[in-house]
């Protein structure tokens, strides 16, 4: 079981990195008991030492560590915390509830496969709109960039972290023990900021309805940050609208912070 202070030290650790990476510093408050996790919110350290609001840092979530496996992932300040907290504790219900070692390998194994299906599928929506496999270190795993956002993998002492990139800038956004929760967290911050949306929708235009009704109602649209518009075969924007609202359901609007 994670104590406080364990809980506090993780933090702080994800903190040194961005430090390290940005020059900025900051501080933490006390962790505060959410049942199976810590919450631990931070700011930065000039804030915390004058008070000066111009100084203040907004818009970031406080970081969540788990109690059972000291696992932390920083939550959205746009949605519910006790809403993300139940995304999070969803995978681990049925593992945390096996007896059996058989069960639990099987368990463990369709995880996994879940999760190579959906990197998958993300590789190639990555290929599609023009991003690339980065080759930075001999510690990535995998990861996907354009000119300006990243998002990787990595393996670092024993276990699995995953790195969002912006304009050169890297950012740890999480720290994990299992491969499988590693590749949860870039598939949701993958998928959270892109909306796929049907294209028969009132908002969407009449020039695009047309030319989708012209291939027979077979292609939906997929819109990303840059607000341009991609076309997909229906059968896998199906699959990726899908991915993304089974696992932002799941395990919350955590692949990416990837806008």
Do not use: C
Not at 120 to 147: C, K, S
Not at 162 to 180: H, K, P, Y
Not at 217 to 244: K, M, Y
């Amino acid at each position: 079981m994670i104590s406080a202070q364990e809980a506090r030290d993780r933090v702080q650790q994800v903190l040194a990195d961005w430090t390290a990476s940005s020059g900025q510093e900051y501080g933490t408050g006390e962790p505060t008991d959410a049942g199976d996790f810590w919450i631990i919110g931070f700011q930065s350290r000039a804030f915390l030492e004058t008070g000066n609001a111009s100084a203040a840092l907004t818009g970031n979530g406080p970081f969540a560590v788990s109690k059972t496996d000291g696992n932390v992932m920083q939550l959205s300040p746009i949605r519910s915390q006790q809403e993300q907290l139940e995304e999070l504790r969803s995978p681990r219900t049925g593992r945390g509830s096996m007896t059996e070692t058989e069960t639990e390998t099987e368990t463990e194994t369709e995880t996994e496969t879940e999760a190579q299906n959906s990197r998958r599928l993300l590789e190639q929506w990555a290929h599609d709109n023009g991003m690339f496999l980065p080759i930075t270190g001999e510690h990535v795993v995998y990861g996907w960039a354009d000119m300006e956002l990243g998002i990787e993998l990595r393996r670092d002492g024993g276990r699995w972290t995953v790195v969002f990139s912006e304009r050169g800038r890297d950012e740890l956004i999480g720290r994990f023990d299992s491969r499988a929760d590693a590749d949860m967290l870039v598939l949701m911050r993958l998928a959270g900021p892109f909306a796929v949306k049907r294209v028969l929708e009132k908002q969407k235009s009449t020039s695009a309805r047309r030319l989708v009704d012209a291939q027979s109602g077979d292609w939906t649209i997929v819109e990303g940050p840059s607000g341009q518009s991609e076309f997909w075969r229906h059968n896998d924007a199906e699959r990726f609208a899908g991915l993304v609202a089974a696992n932002t359901a799941e395990l919350s609007a955590a692949l990416l912070r990837f806008a």
